[in-house]
Protein backbone atom coordinates (compact mmCIF):
# COMPACT_ATOMS: atom_id res chain seq x y z
CA UNK A 1 0.00 0.00 0.00
CA UNK A 2 1.45 3.28 -0.94
CA UNK A 3 2.36 5.40 2.39
CA UNK A 4 0.09 8.84 2.95
CA UNK A 5 2.27 11.07 3.82
CA UNK A 6 -0.53 14.16 4.00
CA UNK A 7 -3.14 13.28 6.65
CA UNK A 8 -5.00 16.19 6.88
CA UNK A 9 -7.04 18.61 4.28
CA UNK A 10 -4.80 22.06 4.53
CA UNK A 11 -8.10 24.06 3.16
CA UNK A 12 -10.48 22.41 5.65
CA UNK A 13 -7.96 22.90 8.44
CA UNK A 14 -7.38 26.34 8.03
CA UNK A 15 -10.83 27.21 7.46
CA UNK A 16 -11.42 26.29 11.01
CA UNK A 17 -9.08 28.14 12.23
CA UNK A 18 -9.44 31.38 10.25
CA UNK A 19 -13.41 31.25 10.79
CA UNK A 20 -12.65 31.15 14.44
CA UNK A 21 -14.10 27.95 15.01
CA UNK A 22 -11.21 26.75 16.72
CA UNK A 23 -7.90 28.02 17.92
CA UNK A 24 -4.42 26.74 16.80
CA UNK A 25 -3.39 24.57 19.56
CA UNK A 26 -6.92 22.91 19.07
CA UNK A 27 -6.50 22.63 15.72
CA UNK A 28 -3.23 21.36 15.88
CA UNK A 29 -4.11 18.49 18.01
CA UNK A 30 -7.68 17.89 15.60
CA UNK A 31 -5.51 17.39 12.73
CA UNK A 32 -1.98 15.76 14.14
CA UNK A 33 -0.14 18.48 12.40
CA UNK A 34 2.64 20.45 14.40
CA UNK A 35 1.50 24.11 15.34
CA UNK A 36 4.48 25.51 13.65
CA UNK A 37 3.24 24.19 10.53
CA UNK A 38 -0.12 24.99 10.56
CA UNK A 39 1.45 28.95 12.36
CA UNK A 40 3.61 28.85 8.90
CA UNK A 41 0.65 28.13 6.84
CA UNK A 42 -1.85 30.79 8.54
CA UNK A 43 1.24 33.32 8.49
CA UNK A 44 2.43 32.84 4.37
CA UNK A 45 5.38 31.51 5.35
CA UNK A 46 4.70 28.35 3.16
CA UNK A 47 2.21 27.58 0.80
CA UNK A 48 -1.08 26.07 1.11
CA UNK A 49 -0.71 23.43 -1.40
CA UNK A 50 1.96 20.81 -0.08
CA UNK A 51 2.86 17.72 -2.13
CA UNK A 52 5.81 15.59 -1.31
CA UNK A 53 8.73 15.02 -3.82
CA UNK A 54 10.91 17.83 -6.02
CA UNK A 55 8.13 20.17 -7.64
CA UNK A 56 5.96 18.83 -10.90
CA UNK A 57 7.97 20.77 -14.67
CA UNK A 58 4.21 22.23 -15.09
CA UNK A 59 2.14 24.77 -12.80
CA UNK A 60 -1.09 23.45 -11.64
CA UNK A 61 -2.94 25.95 -13.94
CA UNK A 62 -0.67 24.60 -17.22
CA UNK A 63 -1.64 21.21 -16.09
CA UNK A 64 -5.19 21.66 -15.95
CA UNK A 65 -5.32 23.72 -19.37
CA UNK A 66 -3.56 20.99 -20.46
CA UNK A 67 -6.53 18.78 -18.88
CA UNK A 68 -9.57 20.49 -20.62
CA UNK A 69 -7.73 20.64 -23.88
CA UNK A 70 -7.67 16.85 -24.07
CA UNK A 71 -11.25 17.18 -23.05
CA UNK A 72 -12.86 19.56 -25.00
CA UNK A 73 -10.96 18.40 -28.59
CA UNK A 74 -11.56 14.90 -28.22
CA UNK A 75 -15.88 16.46 -27.74
CA UNK A 76 -14.81 18.44 -31.40
CA UNK A 77 -13.22 15.30 -32.78
CA UNK A 78 -9.33 15.60 -32.23
CA UNK A 79 -8.74 13.13 -29.82
CA UNK A 80 -5.30 13.77 -27.73
CA UNK A 81 -3.39 10.38 -26.99
CA UNK A 82 -0.31 10.22 -24.63
CA UNK A 83 2.33 10.66 -27.49
CA UNK A 84 0.40 13.59 -28.45
CA UNK A 85 0.49 15.00 -25.00
CA UNK A 86 3.99 14.26 -24.07
CA UNK A 87 5.02 15.88 -27.47
CA UNK A 88 3.01 18.90 -26.35
CA UNK A 89 4.70 19.41 -23.20
CA UNK A 90 8.33 18.71 -24.77
CA UNK A 91 7.52 21.70 -26.95
CA UNK A 92 6.23 24.07 -23.99
CA UNK A 93 9.35 23.35 -21.73
CA UNK A 94 12.04 23.53 -25.13
CA UNK A 95 10.53 27.10 -25.67
CA UNK A 96 10.65 28.41 -22.27
CA UNK A 97 14.00 26.99 -21.91
CA UNK A 98 12.48 24.93 -18.57
CA UNK A 99 15.37 22.57 -16.91
CA UNK A 100 13.66 19.49 -16.33
CA UNK A 101 14.48 15.94 -15.41
CA UNK A 102 13.33 14.46 -18.66
CA UNK A 103 15.76 12.55 -21.17
CA UNK A 104 15.94 15.24 -24.01
CA UNK A 105 13.20 17.54 -22.81
CA UNK A 106 10.29 14.95 -23.74
CA UNK A 107 8.27 13.56 -20.66
CA UNK A 108 8.29 9.88 -20.36
CA UNK A 109 5.86 6.78 -18.29
CA UNK A 110 6.31 8.31 -14.57
CA UNK A 111 5.54 11.84 -15.88
CA UNK A 112 2.53 10.96 -17.64
CA UNK A 113 1.51 8.81 -14.79
CA UNK A 114 1.86 11.73 -12.35
CA UNK A 115 -0.34 14.01 -14.49
CA UNK A 116 -3.51 11.41 -15.02
CA UNK A 117 -3.26 11.24 -10.80
CA UNK A 118 -3.44 15.40 -10.89
CA UNK A 119 -6.04 15.34 -12.87
CA UNK A 120 -8.74 12.92 -12.40
CA UNK A 121 -11.08 14.57 -14.58
CA UNK A 122 -9.18 12.75 -17.49
CA UNK A 123 -8.91 8.92 -18.20
CA UNK A 124 -7.09 7.14 -20.39
CA UNK A 125 -9.03 4.69 -22.79
CA UNK A 126 -8.86 2.55 -26.22
CA UNK A 127 -10.34 4.55 -28.89
CA UNK A 128 -12.79 2.57 -30.49
CA UNK A 129 -11.54 1.87 -33.88
CA UNK A 130 -12.86 2.21 -37.65
CA UNK A 131 -12.08 -0.76 -39.43
CA UNK A 132 -11.90 -0.88 -43.10
CA UNK A 133 -11.98 3.29 -43.68
CA UNK A 134 -14.83 4.22 -45.33
CA UNK A 135 -16.13 1.20 -45.39
CA UNK A 136 -16.99 1.56 -41.53
CA UNK A 137 -19.19 4.60 -41.93
CA UNK A 138 -22.40 3.87 -41.08
CA UNK A 139 -25.72 5.64 -41.31
CA UNK A 140 -25.99 5.70 -37.58
CA UNK A 141 -22.51 6.99 -36.77
CA UNK A 142 -22.98 10.15 -38.77
CA UNK A 143 -26.36 10.97 -37.21
CA UNK A 144 -24.23 10.01 -33.75
CA UNK A 145 -21.95 12.53 -35.04
CA UNK A 146 -24.70 15.28 -36.43
CA UNK A 147 -26.44 14.75 -33.06
CA UNK A 148 -22.99 15.34 -30.91
CA UNK A 149 -21.76 18.47 -32.47
CA UNK A 150 -25.33 19.97 -32.00
CA UNK A 151 -24.88 19.45 -28.20
CA UNK A 152 -21.42 20.69 -27.85
CA UNK A 153 -22.19 23.71 -29.74
CA UNK A 154 -24.98 24.78 -27.94
CA UNK A 155 -24.82 23.25 -24.51
CA UNK A 156 -20.98 24.00 -23.98
CA UNK A 157 -20.01 26.81 -26.00
CA UNK A 158 -23.40 28.33 -26.23
CA UNK A 159 -23.54 29.17 -29.47
CA UNK A 160 -26.40 27.76 -30.86
CA UNK A 161 -27.06 30.44 -33.35
CA UNK A 162 -24.14 30.11 -35.58
CA UNK A 163 -25.86 27.22 -37.12
CA UNK A 164 -28.41 29.76 -38.78
CA UNK A 165 -25.84 31.96 -40.33
CA UNK A 166 -24.34 30.40 -43.57
CA UNK A 167 -21.53 34.13 -43.32
CA UNK A 168 -20.28 32.29 -39.93
CA UNK A 169 -19.52 28.18 -41.57
CA UNK A 170 -16.46 27.17 -43.37
CA UNK A 171 -14.93 23.99 -44.15
CA UNK A 172 -11.04 24.33 -45.04
CA UNK A 173 -9.06 21.56 -47.02
CA UNK A 174 -6.11 21.30 -48.52
CA UNK A 175 -5.26 19.74 -52.04
CA UNK A 176 -2.30 18.85 -53.99
CA UNK A 177 -2.28 20.60 -57.92
CA UNK A 178 0.10 19.14 -60.45
CA UNK A 179 1.90 21.64 -62.19
CA UNK A 180 2.45 19.33 -65.12
CA UNK A 181 -0.17 18.72 -67.77
CA UNK A 182 -1.88 15.40 -68.12
CA UNK A 183 -0.50 13.81 -70.51
CA UNK A 184 -3.75 12.56 -73.30
CA UNK A 185 -3.80 10.15 -76.28
CA UNK A 186 -1.64 10.82 -79.26
CA UNK A 187 -1.93 9.49 -83.07
CA UNK A 188 0.31 7.01 -84.89
CA UNK A 189 1.46 4.02 -86.82
CA UNK A 190 -0.62 0.93 -86.44
CA UNK A 191 2.26 -1.06 -85.97
CA UNK A 192 3.91 0.63 -82.84
CA UNK A 193 2.84 -0.70 -79.40
CA UNK A 194 4.69 2.29 -77.14
CA UNK A 195 4.25 6.08 -78.31
CA UNK A 196 7.10 8.27 -76.67
CA UNK A 197 6.50 11.58 -75.94
CA UNK A 198 9.36 14.19 -74.49
CA UNK A 199 8.33 16.40 -72.00
CA UNK A 200 10.67 18.65 -69.48
CA UNK A 201 8.02 18.54 -67.07
CA UNK A 202 8.05 16.39 -63.83
CA UNK A 203 4.64 14.66 -63.87
CA UNK A 204 4.83 13.90 -60.22
CA UNK A 205 5.89 18.09 -59.05
CA UNK A 206 2.91 19.76 -57.75
CA UNK A 207 1.82 22.48 -55.22
CA UNK A 208 -0.58 21.95 -51.82
CA UNK A 209 -2.93 24.63 -50.95
CA UNK A 210 -5.07 25.22 -48.37
CA UNK A 211 -8.65 26.01 -49.61
CA UNK A 212 -11.78 27.16 -47.18
CA UNK A 213 -15.41 28.70 -48.25
CA UNK A 214 -18.29 29.48 -46.02
CA UNK A 215 -21.98 28.08 -46.43
CA UNK A 216 -22.39 31.27 -48.36
CA UNK A 217 -20.25 30.98 -51.71
CA UNK A 218 -17.87 33.05 -50.52
CA UNK A 219 -13.66 32.17 -50.44
CA UNK A 220 -11.05 32.65 -47.77
CA UNK A 221 -8.03 33.52 -48.48
CA UNK A 222 -6.38 30.58 -50.04
CA UNK A 223 -2.64 29.23 -48.91
CA UNK A 224 -0.16 28.00 -50.94
CA UNK A 225 2.57 26.15 -49.33
CA UNK A 226 5.99 25.72 -50.90
CA UNK A 227 8.98 23.01 -49.95
CA UNK A 228 11.34 25.30 -48.34
CA UNK A 229 13.14 24.42 -45.70
CA UNK A 230 13.96 28.34 -44.07
CA UNK A 231 12.76 31.10 -46.08
CA UNK A 232 10.24 31.27 -48.77
CA UNK A 233 12.32 33.31 -51.82
CA UNK A 234 10.86 36.54 -51.91
CA UNK A 235 10.35 36.36 -55.59
CA UNK A 236 7.82 33.75 -55.04
CA UNK A 237 6.22 35.48 -52.48
CA UNK A 238 5.62 38.51 -54.68
CA UNK A 239 4.80 36.20 -57.04
CA UNK A 240 1.59 35.04 -54.93
CA UNK A 241 1.17 38.98 -53.65
CA UNK A 242 1.14 40.07 -57.09
CA UNK A 243 -1.66 37.60 -58.15
CA UNK A 244 -3.96 38.75 -54.85
CA UNK A 245 -2.61 40.66 -51.98
CA UNK A 246 -4.89 38.82 -49.52
CA UNK A 247 -3.53 35.23 -50.70
CA UNK A 248 -0.99 33.53 -48.25
CA UNK A 249 2.35 32.03 -48.42
CA UNK A 250 3.17 29.38 -46.23
CA UNK A 251 6.13 27.23 -45.87
CA UNK A 252 7.26 23.37 -44.77
CA UNK A 253 10.12 20.85 -44.90
CA UNK A 254 7.96 18.68 -47.33
CA UNK A 255 5.79 21.36 -48.93
CA UNK A 256 2.62 19.50 -46.78
CA UNK A 257 0.05 21.09 -44.35
CA UNK A 258 1.80 20.70 -41.17
CA UNK A 259 0.48 22.54 -37.38
CA UNK A 260 2.89 24.59 -37.71
CA UNK A 261 1.38 25.79 -41.12
CA UNK A 262 -2.43 25.48 -40.34
CA UNK A 263 -1.40 27.84 -37.11
CA UNK A 264 0.10 30.41 -39.16
CA UNK A 265 -2.60 30.72 -41.33
CA UNK A 266 -5.51 30.47 -38.91
CA UNK A 267 -4.01 33.49 -36.93
CA UNK A 268 -2.07 35.54 -39.91
CA UNK A 269 -4.53 35.34 -42.37
CA UNK A 270 -7.69 33.54 -41.66
CA UNK A 271 -8.74 35.80 -37.94
CA UNK A 272 -7.61 39.25 -39.39
CA UNK A 273 -9.63 38.54 -42.60
CA UNK A 274 -12.62 37.62 -40.59
CA UNK A 275 -12.02 40.65 -39.01
CA UNK A 276 -11.45 42.81 -41.67
CA UNK A 277 -14.96 41.48 -43.52
CA UNK A 278 -16.99 42.15 -40.10
CA UNK A 279 -18.00 38.73 -39.71
CA UNK A 280 -19.70 38.40 -36.75
CA UNK A 281 -17.86 35.71 -34.41
CA UNK A 282 -17.94 32.80 -33.11
CA UNK A 283 -17.42 31.38 -36.26
CA UNK A 284 -17.55 27.52 -37.14
CA UNK A 285 -14.78 25.65 -39.31
CA UNK A 286 -14.73 21.85 -39.91
CA UNK A 287 -12.40 20.19 -41.17
CA UNK A 288 -10.81 16.88 -41.54
CA UNK A 289 -9.60 15.19 -38.08
CA UNK A 290 -5.88 15.39 -39.30
CA UNK A 291 -3.41 16.23 -36.87
CA UNK A 292 -2.12 19.20 -38.73
CA UNK A 293 -4.99 21.13 -38.31
CA UNK A 294 -4.71 20.59 -34.35
CA UNK A 295 -1.94 22.00 -32.10
CA UNK A 296 -2.09 23.51 -28.63
CA UNK A 297 -0.64 26.42 -29.89
CA UNK A 298 -3.99 26.26 -32.79
CA UNK A 299 -6.68 25.51 -29.79
CA UNK A 300 -5.40 28.17 -27.66
CA UNK A 301 -5.83 30.72 -30.70
CA UNK A 302 -9.02 29.38 -31.99
CA UNK A 303 -10.57 29.61 -28.51
CA UNK A 304 -9.55 32.93 -27.58
CA UNK A 305 -10.99 34.26 -30.83
CA UNK A 306 -13.91 32.88 -30.81
CA UNK A 307 -12.98 30.28 -33.76
CA UNK A 308 -15.19 26.86 -33.06
CA UNK A 309 -12.92 24.05 -34.72
CA UNK A 310 -14.86 21.10 -35.55
CA UNK A 311 -13.19 17.70 -36.88
CA UNK A 312 -15.38 16.20 -38.95
CA UNK A 313 -16.40 11.88 -38.66
CA UNK A 314 -12.91 9.87 -39.41
CA UNK A 315 -13.30 8.57 -42.97
CA UNK A 316 -16.39 10.18 -44.27
CA UNK A 317 -15.08 13.25 -46.03
CA UNK A 318 -16.64 11.82 -49.45
CA UNK A 319 -19.64 12.12 -47.28
CA UNK A 320 -19.34 15.56 -45.05
CA UNK A 321 -16.90 17.55 -46.66
CA UNK A 322 -18.50 20.19 -49.30
CA UNK A 323 -14.75 20.85 -50.49
CA UNK A 324 -14.71 16.95 -51.10
CA UNK A 325 -18.28 16.67 -52.49
CA UNK A 326 -18.71 19.19 -54.84
CA UNK A 327 -15.74 22.34 -54.87
CA UNK A 328 -13.04 20.12 -55.44
CA UNK A 329 -13.99 17.97 -58.47
CA UNK A 330 -15.05 21.46 -60.12
CA UNK A 331 -11.94 23.59 -59.05
CA UNK A 332 -9.53 20.53 -60.45
CA UNK A 333 -11.15 20.34 -64.11
CA UNK A 334 -10.93 24.03 -64.00
CA UNK A 335 -7.27 24.11 -62.63
CA UNK A 336 -6.74 21.39 -66.25
CA UNK A 337 -8.54 23.85 -68.28
CA UNK A 338 -6.57 26.71 -67.15
CA UNK A 339 -3.21 24.75 -67.62
CA UNK A 340 -4.32 23.78 -70.79
CA UNK A 341 -4.62 27.49 -71.75
CA UNK A 342 -1.82 28.76 -70.61
CA UNK A 343 0.62 26.29 -71.99
CA UNK A 344 -0.56 26.92 -75.38
CA UNK A 345 -0.01 30.42 -74.94
CA UNK A 346 3.56 29.24 -73.77
CA UNK A 347 4.50 26.09 -75.42
CA UNK A 348 8.42 26.07 -74.41
CA UNK A 349 7.63 26.79 -70.99
CA UNK A 350 6.88 25.06 -67.65
CA UNK A 351 4.61 26.31 -65.21
CA UNK A 352 6.55 27.00 -62.14
CA UNK A 353 6.48 28.01 -58.26
CA UNK A 354 6.48 31.33 -59.68
CA UNK A 355 4.12 31.25 -62.45
CA UNK A 356 1.43 29.04 -60.22
CA UNK A 357 -0.18 31.77 -58.91
CA UNK A 358 -1.69 33.45 -61.49
CA UNK A 359 -2.55 30.18 -63.80
CA UNK A 360 -4.35 28.90 -60.35
CA UNK A 361 -5.99 32.33 -59.97
CA UNK A 362 -7.90 31.90 -63.66
CA UNK A 363 -9.26 28.46 -61.47
CA UNK A 364 -10.32 29.72 -58.95
CA UNK A 365 -11.82 32.58 -59.84
CA UNK A 366 -14.49 30.35 -61.85
CA UNK A 367 -15.33 28.45 -58.96
CA UNK A 368 -19.27 29.23 -59.02
CA UNK A 369 -21.02 29.90 -55.81
CA UNK A 370 -23.68 27.85 -56.64
CA UNK A 371 -20.56 25.07 -56.81
CA UNK A 372 -20.04 25.80 -52.63
CA UNK A 373 -23.38 26.18 -51.59
CA UNK A 374 -24.87 22.92 -53.61
CA UNK A 375 -21.81 21.39 -51.20
CA UNK A 376 -22.74 22.43 -47.69
CA UNK A 377 -26.26 21.52 -48.88
CA UNK A 378 -25.96 17.63 -49.85
CA UNK A 379 -23.58 17.34 -46.78
CA UNK A 380 -26.11 18.59 -44.49
CA UNK A 381 -24.00 21.02 -42.59
CA UNK A 382 -25.87 24.16 -43.74
CA UNK A 383 -28.84 24.28 -43.77
CA UNK A 384 -27.75 21.34 -40.71
CA UNK A 385 -30.07 18.77 -41.38
CA UNK A 386 -28.76 15.30 -41.23
CA UNK A 387 -31.32 13.68 -43.73
CA UNK A 388 -29.20 15.41 -46.79
CA UNK A 389 -26.57 13.35 -46.25
CA UNK A 390 -26.21 10.48 -48.96
CA UNK A 391 -26.38 7.29 -47.06
CA UNK A 392 -25.76 4.83 -49.90
CA UNK A 393 -22.33 5.52 -49.89
CA UNK A 394 -22.61 4.10 -46.19
CA UNK A 395 -22.72 0.08 -45.55
CA UNK A 396 -25.32 -0.86 -43.13
CA UNK A 397 -24.16 -1.25 -39.54
CA UNK A 398 -24.74 -4.96 -39.49
CA UNK A 399 -22.43 -4.74 -42.31
CA UNK A 400 -19.52 -2.89 -39.99
CA UNK A 401 -20.41 -6.06 -37.62
CA UNK A 402 -19.56 -8.70 -40.23
CA UNK A 403 -16.57 -7.01 -41.26
CA UNK A 404 -15.75 -6.70 -37.77
CA UNK A 405 -15.93 -10.95 -37.41
CA UNK A 406 -14.07 -11.61 -40.64
CA UNK A 407 -11.00 -9.81 -39.94
CA UNK A 408 -11.04 -11.21 -36.55
CA UNK A 409 -11.28 -14.78 -38.07
CA UNK A 410 -8.24 -13.78 -39.96
CA UNK A 411 -6.32 -12.65 -37.57
CA UNK A 412 -6.80 -16.11 -35.26
CA UNK A 413 -6.39 -18.10 -38.53
Not at 159 to 182: C, H, M, Q, T
Not at 273 to 290: E, F, K, M, S
Amino acid sequence: MARQYLKYSPQSMESEVREGRMSRNAASKAFSVPRSTLCDKLDGKTPEDRRMGPPSVLTKAEETMLASFCIKYLKCGFPINRNDLCDIVQKVVQEDGRKTPFTNGRPGHFWFQGFMRRNPAITERSAETLTGGRASVTEGAIKKWFSDIHTYVVDEEHAGDVFEDPERIFNFDESNFLLARKKGNVLGPVNYKIFLQSSRENDKEGLTVLMGYSATGKIAPPMIVYAYKQHIPRDVAEAVESVDPTWAVGRSDTGWMTSLTFYDYMSQVFEPWLTANHIPRPVLVYADGHKSHLSLEIAEFCTERQILLIALYPNSTHLLQPLDVSVFKSLKSLWTTAKNKWKAANPLESITKKTFPKVFKEAVDQVSIGTVVNGFQKTGLYPLDQEKVDYSKCVKDQQVHEIADAEQLYQTD
